[in-house]
């Protein structure tokens, strides 16, 4: 029998190294596909790591739109037909008059703040909005005074843009939801499913029993992935990922405040449009917060017809049991209420 060269004894344990790891890698990726599609609708998004149907080819004088914040855009707790994105779009479909047809995309996480517009924007920029929508003020009332801290790393605050967190979105766009079902099972069974006990004594909203596993996972995704690059690499770069611009006209709100203009400033040099909101008011801290921003607002944008600012701080009480079922984010009869106070100027923005 003749010997084998060692040369192709290595080639041919590399050939069968390489072609388990891609038989691997593709079992992955088919269960990954299928666990996104089966959260995405409930709780869950889907993977390129925004809720609803994937956005396919633009349809000819499609109008996009797209909505960025925090939880109360992502529609925490709920499915996603009960986010108020979901009921825009639907709303201005019914409107009359001729409109084009118009996709709203909700690209709200929950954690994010307006110091991850920007990089929202940047990462779905291949969508090409527009429109865009900002809606949050909630995540950064402590922005300039007590950030939210990240379990796994206290140096990464949570303002760092969600996705960004996961190396394999930041590196192809695609957003794995595999690793945290799996993680959320484990601290469920070790905790007895009290999620309270395994995320500590943070804040922890409750929604219904049927989305609660499903969102508490997307809560702590960020952890994960911050967890990987300790072990295996380079930390996350911060820097990329959150505004640093700051407005000094808005005093202590500064850094929102220069935040949300460097967002807006993003989308009107590609050519868009962009509705600045305020979310119903939660505090007299929010009310100052949000009007140092309609001021901001109207000292650099007043003039310009391409920029519109929405006041809803008054549109629901924030203390309705019927409408808030946590004290922050709304039930499908409130988000629907925002929708419908939105439509009219995403209307006049769409002729």
Same mark, same amino acid.
């Given at each position: 029998m003749t010997a084998i060269p060692l040369r192709r004894k290595l080639l041919y344990s590399a050939i069968t190294i390489v072609s388990v790891l891609l038989l691997f890698g593709?079992?992955?990726?088919?269960?990954?596909?299928?666990?996104?599609? %089966?959260?995405?609708?409930?709780?869950g998004v889907n993977v390129w790591g925004y809720r609803g149907d994937v956005v396919r080819a633009r349809k000819p004088g499609e109008v996009r739109v797209v909505a960025i914040g925090g939880s109360t855009v992502f529609g925490y707790g709920l499915p996603w037909n009960e986010s108020w994105p979901y009921y825009l779009?639907?709303?201005?479909?019914?409107?009359?008059?001729?409109?084009?047809?118009?996709?709203?995309?909700?690209?709200?996480?929950?954690?994010?703040?307006a110091r991850t517009f920007v990089a929202t924007l940047n990462d779905?920029?291949?969508?090409?909005?527009?429109?865009?929508?900002?809606?949050?003020?909630?995540?950064?009332?402590?922005?300039?005074?007590?950030?939210?801290r990240n379990r796994t790393n206290p140096a990464v605050s949570h303002y760092l843009a969600w996705r960004h967190q996961s190396p394999i979105f930041r590196w192809t766009g695609y957003f794995p939801i595999f690793p945290l079902v799996l993680n959320e099972k484990a601290q469920m069974l070790l905790h007895g499913k009290d999620l309270q006990a395994a995320y500590g004594n943070?804040?922890?909203? %409750?929604?219904?029993?049927?989305? %609660?596993?499903?969102?508490?996972?997307?809560?702590?995704?960020?952890?994960?992935?911050? &967890?990987?690059?300790?072990?295996?690499?380079?930390?996350?770069?911060?820097?990329?990922?959150?505004?640093? &611009?700051?407005?000094?006209?808005?005093?202590?709100?500064?850094?929102?405040?220069?935040?949300?203009?460097?967002?807006?400033r993003q989308v009107l040099a590609r050519n868009g449009r962009a509705v600045v909101v305020s979310q119903p008011y939660v505090s007299d801290l929010h009310v100052d917060q949000q009007q140092a921003l &309609?001021?901001?607002?109207? %000292?650099?944008?007043?003039?310009?017809?391409?920029?519109?600012?929405?006041?809803?701080?008054?549109?629901?009480?924030?203390?309705?049991?019927?409408?808030?079922?946590?004290?922050?984010?709304?039930?499908?009869?409130?988000?629907?209420?925002?929708?419908?106070?939105?439509?009219?100027?995403?209307?006049?923005?769409?002729?």
């Open positions: 593709s079992v992955l990726l088919a269960v990954d596909v299928y666990l996104h599609h %089966r959260v995405q609708y409930l709780a779009e639907r709303k201005i479909a019914a409107a009359q008059g001729g409109l084009p047809p118009v996709t709203v995309v909700n690209l709200g996480i929950p954690t994010d703040s779905y920029a291949y969508l090409q909005p527009d429109i865009a929508i900002f809606y949050e003020g909630y995540n950064d009332l402590g922005l300039d005074v007590n950030p939210p943070d804040v922890v909203f %409750r929604p219904g029993l049927a989305t %609660r596993a499903t969102a508490g996972a997307l809560k702590t995704a960020a952890d994960l992935g911050v &967890a990987l690059e300790r072990r295996f690499g380079r930390l996350t770069n911060t820097a990329v990922a959150a505004s640093t &611009a700051t407005n000094e006209d808005c005093g202590r709100w500064s850094e929102y405040c220069g935040a949300i203009e460097a967002a807006v &309609a001021a901001m607002l109207h %000292r650099r944008f007043g003039g310009d017809r391409r920029v519109r600012y929405v006041n809803l701080g008054r549109l629901i009480n924030m203390d309705d049991k019927a409408l808030v079922y946590d004290g922050l984010h709304l039930v499908a009869k409130g988000n629907e209420m925002i929708a419908n106070a939105l439509v009219p100027t995403v209307v006049e923005l769409v002729r």
